[in-house]
């Protein structure tokens, strides 16, 4: 019987050794587990304190990977038990089988049969072989910025009122008067867009090149009101100017192509064009405009230019008829496209403004553009511009990989905003509204501040120039005002090559006219005390 029984217990330890080889093999095969000595000390997990709103969950995952990645727990090291966890933590042990079965899935850790769990070596972080752990370990390199990216970093255009609550602030620019926008209007508009529209059409993707509705309404209010020539399948939708002029010099400048830009001109636009490549050539302009003559003699070749024909930034000139034909006529010898940044022109204080450059274009060069920022409201971030039907299929196929679909919704509202003629009459009150407001700078100016301060006439537009006194720098005085919670920018700031006498832009579109004439007398206070070398008091 002894005989017996030794050879059933035999045959025991042979089954139970084979079972436990067959279950090794298969979690091993299946589920990446590992097989390590049962002796290995765990290591100690200490986890900081959870943060407010984080899961039990998520704390411990978080908690246990980032102590993985940042080498706090090494490769191969043996964790704690989760029942050991859930005692010392005082979390249920499910959450923790959770976060180790995440953490599992992820390649974090390891499970092994009957010894616990163990930080997977992963060779990226282990030595691998001996020849390896001969060589010295390699320096990090930090990625590094492309020569583009270097160009973009360099070109900055921050807000100058960044940090600073704009409702405190007089003469604000680059904003319209929001408190006279029919924002009730508006938002009926938007609701019945949803209402009426089918998901699929509002939900969906869109157009790479805007919402058919829309562009069909810009083309007939621009060909309307403006005189521009071009069809629905012309106009491309953006987010504003900037982006339209983003397109256009990727599709037309290589690297160190040169770009006429006035002087003085809009910032923005001059270090977009900088930071994509191109080598900027500053244009003067004067009472008629950009001065082709000058711009032929810096560089008769440039592949492209800059204008604001109907109301130049930040002089507010409008461009003469003989100077739009000088640049039209120069484009077609060189071969060049001409931006026509129309933002203004539908603010023009003139009985009769001249219609758009891009109507009197006959071979195809202008580029017509403008934005709903100012005419509307900043946020809505809608923009457009018209090309010439050979550049149809080329701005396509940009669009397609660079911005692929506009907003539609926002799209589908402002189309319905313009066909019912609520952007018209919107626009008619705008237009009485500044006028009001710009008169009451300028009679205010004339009558107060006359000895630091002299107003440029103003035709169209948001802006006005204050010519200061020549004793008055004017970023000093800018940087005083802006301590008195007055905006305006130095003129300075806006030249290329040009030194102009020091002026102030000033922007009254966004200011009531009570604010106007109280921030009329700060600015004296202010300008006067630049003057006579003493600070303008703080409580002016």
Request: hydrophobic content about 45%.
């Amino acid at each position: 019987m002894s005989v017996i029984r030794c050879a059933g217990l035999a045959m025991d330890r042979f089954a139970r050794h084979i079972l436990t080889t067959w279950m090794g093999h298969f979690f091993s095969s299946r589920h990446h587990w590992i097989a390590v000595s049962k002796t290995a000390a765990p290591v100690t997990l200490a986890l900081r304190p959870r943060a407010d709103g984080a899961t039990l969950l998520r704390w411990l995952y978080d908690e246990i990977r980032l102590a993985i990645v940042e080498g706090r727990l090494a490769p191969g090291a043996r964790l704690p038990s989760t029942r050991a966890i859930a005692q010392q933590y005082r979390v249920a042990r499910g959450t923790v089988v959770a976060a180790f079965d995440h953490l599992i899935a992820e390649g974090y850790i390891q499970g092994s049969v009957g010894s616990g769990s163990f930080v997977r070596r992963m060779t990226a972080l282990s030595a691998g072989s001996s020849a390896s752990r001969m060589r010295p370990r390699a320096t990090v390199v930090a990625p590094s910025l492309s020569v583009r990216g270097r160009r973009l970093a360099s070109n900055p255009f921050r807000l100058p009122w960044a940090g600073h609550d704009p409702h405190e602030l007089t003469f604000l620019a680059d904003t319209a008067a929001l408190e006279a926008f029919p924002i009730r209007t508006w938002s009926r508009i938007t609701a019945r867009c949803l209402r009426r529209a089918a998901a699929d059409r509002l939900l969906n993707h869109g157009s790479v090149l805007g919402l058919p509705a829309l562009r069909q309404a810009i083309a007939a209010q621009a060909g309307l009101m403006r005189g521009v020539k071009c069809s629905a399948e012309q106009v491309v939708i953006t987010a504003g100017t900037q982006q339209s002029l983003d397109v256009i010099a990727r599709l037309v400048l290589d690297d160190g192509d040169k770009v006429w830009m006035e002087d003085p001109g809009y910032v923005a636009v001059t270090r977009l064009l900088r930071a994509s490549g191109a080598q900027v050539i500053g244009v003067p302009v004067d009472e008629e405009g950009i001065d082709c003559a000058a711009g032929a003699r810096r560089a008769r070749l440039a592949r492209l230019a800059y204008v604001t024909p109907s109301c130049q930034f930040p002089l507010g000139n409008t461009m003469s008829l003989q100077r739009r034909l000088d640049l039209l006529r120069w484009a077609g010898e060189a071969g060049a496209v001409i931006f026509e940044d129309d933002y203004d022109s539908q603010l023009s204080f003139a009985d009769r403004p001249l219609v758009a450059l891009q109507s009197l274009d006959r071979v195809g060069c202008v580029v017509y553009s403008n934005s709903f920022s100012k005419m509307l409201f900043p946020s809505l971030r809608l923009g457009f511009f018209i090309v010439p039907e050979r550049l149809v299929d080329a701005v396509t196929a940009a669009r397609s990989v660079l911005e692929r679909f506009p907003p539609v919704l926002e799209q589908a509202a402002l189309a319905e905003f313009i066909t019912a003629g609520h952007m018209e009459q919107h626009m008619r009150r705008m237009r009485e509204l500044y006028t009001e407001r710009l008169q009451t700078l300028t009679e205010v100016a004339t009558r107060e501040i006359p000895d630091v301060l002299k107003l440029a006439p103003i035709r169209s537009g948001l802006q006005i120039v204050g010519w200061l006194d020549n004793g008055i720098d004017d970023v000093a005085a800018c940087r005083a005002a802006f301590a008195q919670r007055i905006f305006s920018a130095p003129l300075s700031r806006h030249t290329i090559d040009r030194t102009l006498p020091p002026a102030m832009v000033l922007f009254p579109a966004a200011t009531d006219v009570r604010a106007i004439r109280r921030g009329v007398e700060q600015l004296g206070n202010i300008l006067r005390g630049l003057q006579s070398g003493t600070a303008a008091p703080a409580g002016a």
